[in-house]
């Protein structure tokens, strides 16, 4: 019989507190620098919530936003406002997940009305950008 071996990894980090979360803060590493984004929290953060919020309704988890925004303790009215974004031009969704966005591309823009045609859409968000 071979003898079971065993291999220990340590990395160096620190946890650091802040009000509300901890992070991990890992040290810098020698090579290539890690691909950072300037996308807007709140934006990917509302973006990631109506797609998921869309595909539980998809999947059938449940029958109508009534019911969606029931169990997840939402206001019906904002839970339909969010679920719009999921009807967001692709290149819109990306630019924001990328921090490309336009600068009139916000969380609170998107429970706004917006145009139901793309092309509608991109114009809309520059001219909202052009007026900032």
Known sequence: MTA???ITVRVPLAIRRRPGRKTIVTPVAVGPAAVTTRADPALVKALARAFR?????DEGRYASITELAAAESLDRGYLGSLLRATLLAPDLVEAALDGRAPSGMTSPSLLEPTPADWVGQRDHFARTDAHE
């Not at 919020?53 to 309704?57: C, F, H, I």
């Open 53 to 57: 919020y869309q595909r539980m309704l």
């Open 4 to 6: 079971a071996t065993s």
